[in-house]
C-alpha cells in the first residue's frame, strides 16, 4: 500500500483565517480537556464536530472526503477520526510528534494529515520515506491497524528550522468498518 499527496486550494487561499481558527481551536481543546495537548487528547474530540458550524472546515471536510475516496478507490461506507496537532515551540513538538518521542503508529487501516501552517518540517517515516511539509498539504497513506508486525509507516516529525510560531496541522485516521473501540469520536464520510 503506497501514500498520496493532495493540495488543498481552499488552505491555501484561506491560510490566515484557518490559523486563526486553529489558535481559537487550540484554547478551546485544551480548556474544555484541561490538557496542554490537543495531539495527544485526540480520542477525545473529532475536530470537524468541534468545527460543524464553520462553512470553511466543511468545506475542508467535503474536500479531504473527495481526496480519501481517491486515495481508496471505491464508495463504500469509511469513518474518520480527527484531531489538531499544535506544537508552539521546538521543544513541545519532540516531545509530542518528533525526535523525544521517537516513531509512532496510528492504530487504524488509514493515516492522513493537513498541513494548516507546517513551518519548516520534514514528517520522516520508518521506510525512510521523507515529507517535507507544505501549506495545504494532505498526506494519506497506511496506518497499522492491519499491517500487523509492518510499522515501515510509523513516523516522526523533525523541524529543519527553528520553530519561531506554532505549527498546525490536522490528523485524521479512517476505517473501513466502524469500531467505536477504535475511537468513540468517529464520523461517517460522505
Request: hydrophobic share 30%.
Given at each position: 500500500?503506497?501514500?498520496?499527496l493532495?493540495q488543498?486550494?481552499?488552505?491555501?487561499?484561506?491560510?490566515?483565517?484557518f490559523?486563526?481558527?486553529c489558535?481559537?481551536?487550540?484554547?478551546?481543546?485544551?480548556?474544555?480537556?484541561?490538557?496542554?495537548?490537543?495531539?495527544?487528547?485526540?480520542?477525545?474530540?473529532?475536530?470537524?464536530?468541534?468545527?460543524?458550524?464553520?462553512?470553511?472546515?466543511?468545506?475542508?471536510?467535503?474536500?479531504?472526503?473527495?481526496?480519501?475516496?481517491?486515495?481508496?478507490?471505491?464508495?463504500?461506507?469509511?469513518?474518520?477520526?480527527?484531531?489538531?496537532?499544535?506544537?508552539?515551540?521546538?521543544?513541545?513538538?519532540?516531545?509530542?510528534?518528533?525526535?523525544e518521542?521517537?516513531?509512532?503508529?496510528?492504530?487504524?487501516?488509514?493515516?492522513?494529515?493537513?498541513?494548516?501552517?507546517?513551518?519548516?518540517?520534514?514528517?520522516?517515516?520508518?521506510?525512510?520515506?521523507?515529507?517535507?511539509?507544505?501549506?495545504?498539504?494532505?498526506?494519506?497513506?497506511?496506518?497499522?491497524?492491519?499491517?500487523?508486525?509492518?510499522?515501515d509507516?510509523?513516523?516522526?516529525?523533525?523541524?529543519?528550522?527553528?520553530?519561531?510560531?506554532?505549527?498546525?496541522?490536522?490528523?485524521?485516521?479512517?476505517?473501513?468498518?466502524?469500531?467505536?473501540?477504535?475511537?468513540?469520536?468517529?464520523?461517517?464520510?460522505l
Amino acid at each position: 500500500m503506497e501514500y498520496k499527496l493532495y493540495q488543498s486550494k481552499l488552505v491555501k487561499k484561506n491560510h490566515n483565517v484557518f490559523v486563526n481558527n486553529c489558535i481559537k481551536l487550540n484554547k478551546y481543546i485544551t480548556h474544555f480537556l484541561n490538557t496542554d495537548d490537543p495531539t495527544w487528547s485526540y480520542s477525545k474530540y473529532n475536530i470537524f464536530i468541534l468545527t460543524s458550524s464553520s462553512v470553511l472546515f466543511y468545506k475542508l471536510f467535503k474536500e479531504l472526503n473527495s481526496y480519501i475516496r481517491d486515495f481508496v478507490g471505491h464508495s463504500n461506507p469509511l469513518w474518520m477520526h480527527s484531531w489538531l496537532n499544535y506544537h508552539e515551540t521546538p521543544k513541545k513538538l519532540s516531545k509530542i510528534l518528533g525526535k523525544e518521542q521517537g516513531y509512532h503508529g496510528h492504530a487504524s487501516k488509514y493515516h492522513g494529515y493537513i498541513s494548516i501552517d507546517p513551518q519548516d518540517t520534514t514528517t520522516i517515516f520508518k521506510n525512510k520515506l521523507q515529507i517535507n511539509n507544505k501549506i495545504g498539504q494532505i498526506y494519506i497513506g497506511p496506518g497499522n491497524f492491519l499491517l500487523k508486525d509492518n510499522f515501515d509507516f510509523d513516523h516522526c516529525v523533525i523541524e529543519n528550522s527553528p520553530i519561531t510560531k506554532p505549527r498546525i496541522t490536522i490528523g485524521f485516521n479512517f476505517h473501513e468498518e466502524y469500531n467505536q473501540l477504535l475511537s468513540p469520536c468517529n464520523i461517517p464520510l460522505l
